[in-house]
């Protein structure tokens, strides 16, 4: 008869308020008692019969008596309660979990436990199962990191690529910086903050529809496409075409350059412009800042529209336009 035939390794065998011994057969209500017969102890008999160490080797009723016993003691021994109130709050702050796993690191488990880790495996659905890893994944990539955005003064890992990708650098750049595989930042950094990941590819996606446009921006002395279209169609009011002859770009490209960089265009830019220069002729010919100044004084005077007209050199419509009364 072999150890196992009296009790199955991994198990515990109750019957009402007794335990059934592995070594001999025989039933008790507390086998721990009972282990000095056979010149072993407690974590031996575990380990030898594959047993969990909170696994229970007295009957129930043998359990119910020293927890009433205990709880006896507890109320009259201040000692017995100081130490159970610590055990207490280091259980509930996580101490405890954390000393259990780092002693059973690295030590293999019993047989009891791996059987209950494949019915609770077994008891779950194949999606949340996968569910479940990938979430564990996700914490790990995540704290890796944070690790090395800090390692190298950032609160996040968004932060570093955002600053690293501003100053040119690559993603692969990037990785090998934090001390991660070259290829770390392209594989996981929209799992691990999808909002800087879509920003680092709409950089990506501007830069290259900007490539087109640098040659030419350079040789007229700019540094980047917004710059050059401001300074051109905003601030000078020159043309969508006068832009795209002078870059020789087409129309259609000037138009998406201005869209993509969120520039409004500016339709009939030159036209407006001439007039706005117009405008600021009569205002400055009269010592005024602009032309409304200049309206509302003349207006103010008495002066007619009529008058204003004859006075300023300009038409009747071209007076009342500017004074916002013809659309």
Request: with cysteine; proline share 3%; glycine share 8%.
């Amino acid at each position: 008869m072999t150890l196992a035939d009296h009790a199955p390794i991994g198990s515990v065998v109750h019957e009402g308020d007794r335990v059934l011994c592995h070594v001999c057969g025989r039933w008790f209500k507390s086998v721990l008692a009972h282990l000095r017969a056979h010149g072993t102890d407690d974590l031996a008999y575990r380990e030898e019969f594959g047993l969990e160490r909170t696994a229970p080797l007295e009957g129930v009723g043998t359990r119910q008596r020293r927890a009433d016993a205990l709880r006896r003691r507890r109320a009259s021994d201040p000692l017995v309660r100081a130490w159970c109130e610590e055990g207490e709050d280091r259980a509930r702050s996580g101490v405890l979990t954390e000393a259990a796993a780092q002693a059973a690191r690295g030590r293999k488990h019993p047989e009891q436990r791996r059987r209950k880790t494949l019915r609770a495996l077994a008891a779950i659905s194949p999606q949340a199962r996968n569910e479940g890893i990938r979430r564990h994944a996700l914490v790990r990539l995540r704290t890796v990191a944070a690790k090395a955005a800090a390692e190298l003064g950032f609160p996040d890992i968004g932060a570093l690529v955002a600053d690293r990708v501003l100053a040119g650098r690559s993603l692969a750049a990037i990785s090998r910086e934090a001390g991660l595989h070259k290829d770390w930042l392209s594989r996981h950094l929209r799992s691990v903050d999808p909002g800087t990941a879509d920003a680092i590819a709409e950089h990506a996606r501007v830069r290259r529809l900007d490539a087109p446009w640098l040659p030419v921006l350079a040789g007229l002395g700019f540094d980047g496409v917004p710059e050059y279209l401001r300074d051109r169609h905003l601030r000078h009011a020159r043309s969508v075409q006068a832009i795209a002859a002078e870059t020789g770009l087409s129309r259609s490209a000037v138009q998406t350059a201005l869209a993509r960089h969120g520039l409004a265009r500016v339709t009939h830019a030159t036209t407006r412009r001439l007039v706005q220069d117009r405008a600021d002729g009569v205002a400055a010919r009269f010592g005024f800042p602009d032309v409304t100044a200049y309206l509302a004084d003349r207006r103010a005077s008495g002066l007619s529209w009529k008058s204003i007209a004859a006075e300023c050199g300009q038409s009747q419509s071209w007076v009342r336009r500017r004074a916002g009364l013809i659309r």
